[in-house]
Protein backbone atom coordinates (compact mmCIF):
# COMPACT_ATOMS: atom_id res chain seq x y z
CA UNK A 1 0.00 0.00 0.00
CA UNK A 2 1.54 3.38 -1.20
CA UNK A 3 1.27 6.32 1.03
CA UNK A 4 -0.66 9.31 -1.43
CA UNK A 5 1.16 12.32 -0.81
CA UNK A 6 -1.47 15.22 -3.44
CA UNK A 7 -2.85 17.63 -0.89
CA UNK A 8 -6.49 16.03 -1.11
CA UNK A 9 -9.25 17.01 1.27
CA UNK A 10 -9.73 14.36 3.88
CA UNK A 11 -13.22 13.38 2.04
CA UNK A 12 -11.67 13.14 -1.77
CA UNK A 13 -8.83 10.98 -0.53
CA UNK A 14 -8.07 7.60 -2.43
CA UNK A 15 -9.46 4.81 -0.09
CA UNK A 16 -7.82 1.32 -0.53
CA UNK A 17 -9.53 -1.88 0.64
CA UNK A 18 -7.79 -4.70 2.17
CA UNK A 19 -8.90 -8.45 1.47
CA UNK A 20 -7.39 -12.01 2.68
CA UNK A 21 -5.95 -14.53 0.06
CA UNK A 22 -4.45 -17.61 0.70
CA UNK A 23 -0.92 -17.37 0.20
CA UNK A 24 2.57 -19.62 0.03
CA UNK A 25 4.45 -19.43 3.09
CA UNK A 26 7.48 -17.97 1.30
CA UNK A 27 5.79 -15.02 0.19
CA UNK A 28 5.15 -13.75 3.38
CA UNK A 29 8.69 -13.44 5.22
CA UNK A 30 10.00 -10.09 5.53
CA UNK A 31 12.18 -10.52 2.86
CA UNK A 32 9.05 -10.22 0.49
CA UNK A 33 7.76 -6.85 2.60
CA UNK A 34 4.28 -8.78 2.39
CA UNK A 35 1.28 -6.87 4.20
CA UNK A 36 -0.31 -9.98 6.35
CA UNK A 37 -2.79 -11.36 8.99
CA UNK A 38 -1.82 -14.21 11.56
CA UNK A 39 0.86 -16.02 11.71
CA UNK A 40 4.09 -14.64 13.32
CA UNK A 41 5.41 -11.31 12.39
CA UNK A 42 7.29 -10.87 9.58
CA UNK A 43 9.89 -7.99 11.15
CA UNK A 44 11.09 -5.15 8.64
CA UNK A 45 14.18 -4.00 10.81
CA UNK A 46 16.11 -6.74 12.08
CA UNK A 47 17.08 -5.20 15.39
CA UNK A 48 15.67 -2.83 17.70
CA UNK A 49 12.33 -5.49 18.02
CA UNK A 50 9.66 -4.12 20.89
CA UNK A 51 10.30 -5.72 23.65
CA UNK A 52 7.91 -7.53 25.97
CA UNK A 53 6.81 -4.91 28.38
CA UNK A 54 6.35 -2.78 25.41
CA UNK A 55 3.90 -5.47 24.07
CA UNK A 56 1.86 -6.11 27.03
CA UNK A 57 -1.80 -5.61 27.14
CA UNK A 58 -2.37 -2.56 29.52
CA UNK A 59 -5.13 -4.52 31.12
CA UNK A 60 -3.92 -8.43 31.80
CA UNK A 61 -0.35 -7.59 31.46
CA UNK A 62 0.07 -10.70 29.10
CA UNK A 63 1.84 -9.92 25.82
CA UNK A 64 -0.43 -9.04 23.02
CA UNK A 65 -0.28 -11.28 20.08
CA UNK A 66 0.49 -10.10 16.27
CA UNK A 67 -2.51 -9.31 14.23
CA UNK A 68 -1.47 -7.71 11.35
CA UNK A 69 0.92 -5.72 9.24
CA UNK A 70 0.34 -3.54 6.25
CA UNK A 71 3.10 -2.81 4.57
CA UNK A 72 2.89 1.27 3.55
CA UNK A 73 6.00 2.72 2.13
CA UNK A 74 6.16 6.59 1.49
CA UNK A 75 8.47 6.58 -1.49
CA UNK A 76 8.95 10.60 -1.58
CA UNK A 77 11.15 9.94 1.78
CA UNK A 78 14.07 7.96 1.49
CA UNK A 79 13.60 6.99 5.07
CA UNK A 80 10.26 5.50 4.25
CA UNK A 81 11.10 3.61 1.11
CA UNK A 82 10.55 0.47 2.87
CA UNK A 83 7.40 1.53 6.04
CA UNK A 84 5.90 -1.37 7.64
CA UNK A 85 2.61 -0.98 10.39
CA UNK A 86 2.59 -3.82 12.76
CA UNK A 87 -0.61 -4.25 15.03
CA UNK A 88 -1.01 -6.60 17.84
CA UNK A 89 -3.83 -7.44 20.42
CA UNK A 90 -4.62 -8.80 23.57
CA UNK A 91 -6.22 -12.70 22.99
CA UNK A 92 -7.98 -13.14 26.76
CA UNK A 93 -11.27 -11.76 26.23
CA UNK A 94 -12.06 -10.15 29.14
CA UNK A 95 -9.92 -7.16 28.19
CA UNK A 96 -11.79 -6.00 25.79
CA UNK A 97 -13.72 -3.51 27.73
CA UNK A 98 -16.27 -1.47 25.50
CA UNK A 99 -15.01 1.56 23.80
CA UNK A 100 -11.17 0.59 25.55
CA UNK A 101 -8.01 0.69 23.50
CA UNK A 102 -6.00 -0.81 25.88
CA UNK A 103 -5.70 -4.24 24.69
CA UNK A 104 -3.97 -3.22 21.53
CA UNK A 105 -0.51 -2.08 20.48
CA UNK A 106 0.35 -0.54 16.81
CA UNK A 107 4.18 0.29 16.14
CA UNK A 108 5.49 2.02 12.85
CA UNK A 109 9.10 0.62 11.18
CA UNK A 110 10.57 2.32 8.18
CA UNK A 111 13.96 1.87 6.29
CA UNK A 112 15.48 3.54 3.44
CA UNK A 113 16.19 1.37 0.02
CA UNK A 114 19.75 1.21 1.38
CA UNK A 115 19.73 -0.83 4.16
CA UNK A 116 21.81 -3.10 6.52
CA UNK A 117 19.09 -6.18 6.00
CA UNK A 118 17.55 -6.30 2.48
CA UNK A 119 19.03 -6.04 -1.45
CA UNK A 120 18.97 -2.59 -3.12
CA UNK A 121 16.80 -4.27 -5.81
CA UNK A 122 13.13 -5.63 -5.02
CA UNK A 123 12.70 -9.16 -4.55
CA UNK A 124 11.40 -11.33 -7.53
CA UNK A 125 8.20 -12.81 -7.78
CA UNK A 126 9.09 -16.61 -7.66
CA UNK A 127 9.86 -19.11 -5.05
CA UNK A 128 14.11 -18.48 -4.36
CA UNK A 129 15.87 -21.69 -4.27
CA UNK A 130 17.14 -20.92 -1.05
CA UNK A 131 14.79 -19.80 1.93
CA UNK A 132 15.84 -17.57 4.68
CA UNK A 133 13.31 -18.73 7.02
CA UNK A 134 13.24 -16.08 10.23
CA UNK A 135 10.75 -17.55 12.21
CA UNK A 136 13.01 -18.53 15.00
CA UNK A 137 16.65 -16.25 14.23
CA UNK A 138 16.81 -13.59 12.28
CA UNK A 139 19.34 -12.29 10.18
CA UNK A 140 20.35 -10.24 13.10
CA UNK A 141 20.81 -12.98 15.39
CA UNK A 142 18.02 -11.72 17.36
CA UNK A 143 16.25 -14.86 18.35
CA UNK A 144 12.49 -14.72 18.17
CA UNK A 145 9.96 -16.20 20.71
CA UNK A 146 9.18 -20.19 19.54
CA UNK A 147 5.43 -19.35 20.42
CA UNK A 148 4.57 -15.92 19.27
CA UNK A 149 7.50 -14.36 16.92
CA UNK A 150 8.68 -11.69 19.14
CA UNK A 151 11.80 -10.95 20.63
CA UNK A 152 12.33 -14.48 22.89
CA UNK A 153 15.75 -13.77 25.11
CA UNK A 154 14.53 -16.91 27.60
CA UNK A 155 15.88 -19.89 26.55
CA UNK A 156 14.56 -23.75 27.86
CA UNK A 157 16.52 -24.71 30.81
CA UNK A 158 16.11 -27.96 29.24
CA UNK A 159 17.37 -28.16 25.43
CA UNK A 160 18.43 -24.49 24.98
CA UNK A 161 17.72 -24.87 21.50
CA UNK A 162 14.28 -22.51 21.82
CA UNK A 163 13.46 -19.08 23.22
CA UNK A 164 10.60 -17.46 24.51
CA UNK A 165 9.48 -13.66 25.23
CA UNK A 166 7.77 -15.05 28.38
CA UNK A 167 7.12 -18.13 30.95
CA UNK A 168 3.45 -17.31 30.01
CA UNK A 169 4.52 -18.47 26.02
CA UNK A 170 7.11 -21.28 27.35
CA UNK A 171 4.52 -22.91 29.72
CA UNK A 172 1.73 -22.61 26.46
CA UNK A 173 4.29 -23.95 24.48
CA UNK A 174 5.18 -27.03 26.32
CA UNK A 175 1.84 -27.84 26.94
CA UNK A 176 1.50 -27.76 22.81
CA UNK A 177 4.23 -29.95 22.07
CA UNK A 178 7.64 -29.01 23.13
CA UNK A 179 7.52 -31.35 26.13
CA UNK A 180 7.95 -34.19 23.70
CA UNK A 181 10.32 -32.22 21.04
CA UNK A 182 12.64 -31.42 24.51
CA UNK A 183 13.29 -34.89 25.51
CA UNK A 184 13.41 -36.03 21.92
CA UNK A 185 10.48 -38.32 21.70
CA UNK A 186 9.28 -36.33 18.50
CA UNK A 187 10.81 -34.10 15.69
CA UNK A 188 10.72 -30.07 15.91
CA UNK A 189 7.87 -29.13 14.46
CA UNK A 190 8.68 -25.12 15.19
CA UNK A 191 7.83 -23.71 11.86
CA UNK A 192 4.57 -24.90 11.87
CA UNK A 193 1.89 -22.58 13.09
CA UNK A 194 0.42 -23.18 15.64
CA UNK A 195 -3.10 -22.78 17.43
CA UNK A 196 -2.04 -19.99 19.82
CA UNK A 197 -1.36 -17.68 16.43
CA UNK A 198 -3.86 -16.48 14.31
CA UNK A 199 -4.54 -17.73 11.10
CA UNK A 200 -2.35 -16.53 8.97
CA UNK A 201 -3.31 -14.93 5.34
CA UNK A 202 -1.80 -12.62 3.07
CA UNK A 203 -3.33 -9.16 3.00
CA UNK A 204 -3.96 -7.90 -0.90
CA UNK A 205 -5.58 -4.60 -1.81
CA UNK A 206 -7.57 -2.68 -4.25
CA UNK A 207 -9.41 0.79 -4.37
CA UNK A 208 -12.49 1.06 -3.50
CA UNK A 209 -15.85 1.93 -5.80
CA UNK A 210 -17.77 3.58 -4.94
CA UNK A 211 -21.79 3.74 -6.08
CA UNK A 212 -22.86 6.14 -8.73
CA UNK A 213 -23.28 9.67 -7.66
CA UNK A 214 -27.62 10.16 -7.88
CA UNK A 215 -27.03 6.68 -6.05
CA UNK A 216 -25.24 8.05 -3.00
CA UNK A 217 -27.53 11.36 -3.36
CA UNK A 218 -30.92 9.70 -3.21
CA UNK A 219 -29.49 7.76 0.01
CA UNK A 220 -28.52 10.48 2.03
CA UNK A 221 -32.18 12.19 0.91
CA UNK A 222 -33.81 9.31 2.65
CA UNK A 223 -31.56 9.13 5.79
CA UNK A 224 -32.06 12.90 6.03
CA UNK A 225 -35.84 12.71 6.13
CA UNK A 226 -35.83 9.74 8.30
CA UNK A 227 -33.67 11.97 10.45
CA UNK A 228 -36.11 15.03 10.46
CA UNK A 229 -39.07 12.40 10.98
CA UNK A 230 -37.80 11.11 14.23
CA UNK A 231 -36.92 15.11 15.55
CA UNK A 232 -40.47 16.02 14.66
CA UNK A 233 -42.01 12.96 16.43
CA UNK A 234 -43.99 15.43 18.36
CA UNK A 235 -41.10 15.20 21.13
CA UNK A 236 -41.45 18.17 23.42
CA UNK A 237 -39.27 17.20 26.69
CA UNK A 238 -35.43 18.56 26.09
CA UNK A 239 -33.99 15.96 26.96
CA UNK A 240 -36.07 13.87 24.85
CA UNK A 241 -35.66 15.71 22.10
CA UNK A 242 -31.41 15.86 22.52
CA UNK A 243 -31.80 11.45 23.01
CA UNK A 244 -33.39 11.66 19.80
CA UNK A 245 -30.80 13.90 17.98
CA UNK A 246 -28.18 11.13 19.27
CA UNK A 247 -29.74 8.56 18.38
CA UNK A 248 -30.19 9.81 14.86
CA UNK A 249 -26.80 11.11 14.51
CA UNK A 250 -25.84 7.58 15.68
CA UNK A 251 -28.21 6.09 13.16
CA UNK A 252 -26.80 7.98 10.70
CA UNK A 253 -23.24 7.35 10.79
CA UNK A 254 -24.03 3.48 10.91
CA UNK A 255 -26.07 3.70 7.76
CA UNK A 256 -22.91 5.58 6.35
CA UNK A 257 -20.64 3.02 7.59
CA UNK A 258 -23.32 0.07 6.20
CA UNK A 259 -23.29 1.46 2.95
CA UNK A 260 -19.98 1.47 2.14
CA UNK A 261 -19.55 -2.16 4.14
CA UNK A 262 -22.04 -3.39 1.57
CA UNK A 263 -20.14 -2.31 -1.27
CA UNK A 264 -17.21 -5.03 -0.48
CA UNK A 265 -18.83 -7.69 1.77
CA UNK A 266 -15.20 -9.21 1.98
CA UNK A 267 -13.23 -5.99 3.10
CA UNK A 268 -11.54 -6.35 6.83
CA UNK A 269 -9.08 -3.30 6.32
CA UNK A 270 -9.87 0.58 4.43
CA UNK A 271 -6.78 2.66 4.37
CA UNK A 272 -6.87 6.43 3.69
CA UNK A 273 -4.23 7.63 4.63
CA UNK A 274 -4.40 11.61 6.19
CA UNK A 275 -8.31 10.77 5.48
CA UNK A 276 -11.47 9.71 8.08
CA UNK A 277 -12.37 6.82 9.38
CA UNK A 278 -15.64 5.28 8.79
CA UNK A 279 -17.13 5.07 12.53
CA UNK A 280 -19.85 2.49 13.70
CA UNK A 281 -21.21 4.96 15.45
CA UNK A 282 -21.59 8.31 16.82
CA UNK A 283 -20.48 7.22 20.29
CA UNK A 284 -16.67 7.13 21.14
CA UNK A 285 -15.18 9.34 18.05
CA UNK A 286 -12.27 10.97 19.21
CA UNK A 287 -11.46 14.44 18.72
CA UNK A 288 -8.48 16.20 17.80
CA UNK A 289 -7.46 16.37 21.46
CA UNK A 290 -7.59 12.96 22.10
CA UNK A 291 -5.01 11.90 19.47
CA UNK A 292 -1.64 12.45 21.44
CA UNK A 293 1.16 13.83 19.45
CA UNK A 294 4.00 12.02 17.95
CA UNK A 295 7.32 12.45 20.21
CA UNK A 296 8.73 14.52 17.17
CA UNK A 297 6.09 16.17 18.11
CA UNK A 298 4.37 16.45 14.88
CA UNK A 299 0.30 15.44 14.97
CA UNK A 300 -0.82 11.87 14.46
CA UNK A 301 -2.90 11.23 11.41
CA UNK A 302 -5.23 8.28 11.00
CA UNK A 303 -3.96 6.15 8.40
CA UNK A 304 -5.93 2.86 8.24
CA UNK A 305 -8.81 0.88 10.30
CA UNK A 306 -9.71 -2.77 10.49
CA UNK A 307 -12.82 -3.82 9.42
CA UNK A 308 -15.23 -6.61 11.79
CA UNK A 309 -15.05 -8.54 8.55
CA UNK A 310 -11.65 -9.68 9.89
CA UNK A 311 -12.98 -11.27 13.63
CA UNK A 312 -14.76 -13.66 11.44
CA UNK A 313 -11.45 -15.12 9.92
CA UNK A 314 -9.52 -15.33 13.40
CA UNK A 315 -11.71 -18.38 14.96
CA UNK A 316 -11.91 -16.00 18.08
CA UNK A 317 -15.69 -16.92 18.64
CA UNK A 318 -16.72 -18.39 22.30
CA UNK A 319 -19.71 -19.26 23.65
CA UNK A 320 -19.17 -17.37 26.79
CA UNK A 321 -16.83 -14.34 25.55
CA UNK A 322 -14.69 -13.46 22.73
CA UNK A 323 -12.52 -10.90 21.30
CA UNK A 324 -14.59 -8.42 19.57
CA UNK A 325 -14.32 -4.74 18.25
CA UNK A 326 -17.14 -2.44 15.79
CA UNK A 327 -13.68 -0.59 14.18
CA UNK A 328 -9.98 -0.36 14.99
CA UNK A 329 -8.24 2.90 13.54
CA UNK A 330 -4.63 3.73 13.22
CA UNK A 331 -2.84 6.85 13.57
CA UNK A 332 0.38 7.33 12.89
CA UNK A 333 3.06 10.30 12.87
CA UNK A 334 2.22 12.80 10.44
CA UNK A 335 6.03 13.41 9.20
CA UNK A 336 6.26 10.00 9.87
CA UNK A 337 9.63 10.81 11.92
CA UNK A 338 12.94 8.82 11.39
CA UNK A 339 13.33 6.58 14.44
CA UNK A 340 16.35 4.41 12.35
CA UNK A 341 16.00 1.37 13.14
CA UNK A 342 13.44 1.39 16.03
CA UNK A 343 9.79 0.66 16.15
CA UNK A 344 8.25 3.37 16.85
CA UNK A 345 4.61 3.16 19.31
CA UNK A 346 1.65 4.48 17.36
CA UNK A 347 -1.63 5.00 18.65
CA UNK A 348 -4.58 2.92 18.42
CA UNK A 349 -8.72 4.06 18.75
CA UNK A 350 -10.90 1.14 19.30
CA UNK A 351 -14.92 1.69 18.50
CA UNK A 352 -17.47 -0.66 19.40
CA UNK A 353 -20.90 -1.12 17.62
CA UNK A 354 -24.16 0.26 19.76
CA UNK A 355 -26.14 -2.29 21.83
CA UNK A 356 -29.05 -2.60 18.54
CA UNK A 357 -26.43 -2.02 16.09
CA UNK A 358 -25.94 -5.64 13.85
CA UNK A 359 -24.11 -5.72 10.39
Given amino acids: MAANSEKKSKTNREVVLGFLEEAESWQLLSNQFPSKVGGRPSWLSQVDLPTVSELQCEKCKLPAVFLLQVYAPITEYDQCFHRTLFVFCCKTPACYIRNDNKCFKVFRCQLPRKNDFYPFDPPPDEKPDHLVNDHQVLGSGLKLCRLCGCLGQKACSRCHSVTYCCKEHQTIDWKHGHKKECSNEASQSSEELNSFLFPEWEL????????????????????????????????????????????????????????????????????????????????????????????????????????????????????????????????????????????????????????????
Fill in 204 to 359: VTDPEELPAKDEECHEGHRLDQESMACLNNGLEDSELESMAHHETQDSKAFQKFKKHFANELQQVLRYCKGGSPLWVSAEHVPCEEDVPECPCGAKRLFEFQIMPQLLNHLKVDRTDASIDWGTVAIYTCADSCDQGTKYSAEFIWKQDFSGDQAL
